[in-house]
């Protein structure tokens, strides 16, 4: 069992920069893939980036390419996203989100493959 507890949301103006920051619980937070997406009312969630289990492997949404940065310090079981040049269409609810590293090249874009999820944190750009 992970629990997540998401935090750094805020509201900013464009072109600004945030981090949000995730708090995992349990052991074994290096055998987990760590995923952020983001919901925006009225839309789907959606992926932002994800990171491998030792933090080697990262893939991102093109929409954030270039712009966010996902991290993460398996000694303090913290994942990080980075969020520079801010637009208004970054603007929504930001969730973290766990799965298990199923093998060494297992890394998901997928939300409904991911078994943990935080509260979420609100992020809101202003033009």
């Known amino acids: 069992q992970v629990q997540l507890v998401e935090s750094g949301g805020g509201q900013v103006q464009a072109g600004g920069s945030l981090r949000l920051s995730c708090a995992a619980s349990g052991r074994t937070f290096s055998s987990y893939i760590m995923g952020w997406f983001r919901q925006a009312p009225g839309k789907e969630r959606e992926f932002v980036a994800v990171?491998?289990?030792?933090?080697?492997?990262?893939v991102y949404a093109d929409s954030v390419k270039g712009r966010f940065t996902i991290s993460r310090d398996n000694a303090k079981n913290m994942v990080f996203l980075q969020m520079n040049s801010l637009k208004p269409e970054d603007t929504a609810v930001y969730y973290c989100?766990?799965?298990?590293?199923?093998?060494?090249?297992?890394?998901?874009?997928?939300?409904?493959?991911?078994?943990?999820w935080g509260q979420g944190t609100q992020v809101t750009v202003s033009s």
């Open positions: 990171i491998s289990g030792s933090g080697g492997r990262t």
């Open positions: 989100a766990a799965d298990p590293q199923r093998n060494f090249y297992y890394i998901s874009m997928l939300p409904n493959q991911y078994d943990y």
